[in-house]
């Protein structure tokens, strides 16, 4: 009801939700450090389990898709609520930084292993602002270089280090020099396919996104005529 509204916020918690005061939410940092120990966690159980069902092989009416399905749902839910966190910080937040390259990380992960991630709107949407928050960043230096994800799957032993962050994760020798040029791409292919998904064209927000990814391209196209 609105009273409890008022004065409780869920918030992910690995697999789970966990109700807190509004006045004792955590912030950024604290948040980001808690999903990183509670997602080991869960990695390091189900690595000893053989790692997750494989989707593909059971119908949504058995335990095995349901497991499978709530693992990236929660997954995304957890870098959801970060990004929402690390946007309120200020530009210059290092600590920001950090963690916007975190949830472009598991976003990634999710939408390159689950259907469901990669065919949702708002988790489209959501990993554009994410780059774009990149892009906006002023806590890079000169040398461009984007901060680690610590890679709380491949630590552990079992099929769940198949699920390699750090496969999507900027990098130097593969992506180029500049990691806000690699950010802007990143930014611009997964707003692009939110665009051109039908269920998109619903949401409140779309011809929002729609007049910021047209002037932006309007704009870089226009540099590069103006550069020829």
């Known amino acids: 009801d609105q009273a409890y509204r008022e004065r409780y916020e869920e918030i992910p918690f690995g697999l789970t939700r966990r109700i807190v005061l509004k006045e004792d939410e955590p ?11 509670t997602w080991s966690i869960i990695a390091e159980h189900f690595a000893s389990d053989s790692g997750l069902p494989d989707a593909s092989r059971y119908d949504e009416s058995t335990w ?33 930084l950090s963690s916007l390259v975190e949830v472009t990380a598991w976003v990634e992960l999710a939408v390159a292993n689950d259907d469901k991630a990669a065919s949702n709107p708002n988790v489209r949407k959501n ?20 901060p680690s994800v610590q890679d709380v799957f491949v630590e552990v032993a079992g099929d769940l280090s198949m699920l390699n962050l750090n496969e999507h994760v900027w990098n130097e020798k593969e992506d ?22 039908d269920q998109a064209k619903a949401l409140s927000d779309y011809g929002q996104v729609k007049a910021i990814y047209d002037l932006v391209v309007g704009q870089v196209a226009e540099k590069t005529r103006t550069m020829a």
């Open 64 to 96: 095995e898709y349901t497991i499978t399905v709530m693992f990236w749902d929660a997954l995304i839910q957890s870098a959801t609520h970060l990004l929402d966190l690390a946007s309120r910080e200020d530009v210059k937040s290092s600590l920001a």
């Open 27 to 37: 912030g950024l940092e604290t948040f980001r450090a808690e999903s990183q120990a």
């Open 176 to 197: 180029g020099g500049d990691c806000k040029a690699w950010a802007s791409l990143r930014w611009q292919f997964h707003t692009q396919e939110f665009l051109m998904m």
């Open 127 to 146: 990993l554009g602002v994410g780059y774009m928050r990149i892009v906006q960043s002023k806590a890079l230096g000169p040398e461009c270089l984007l």
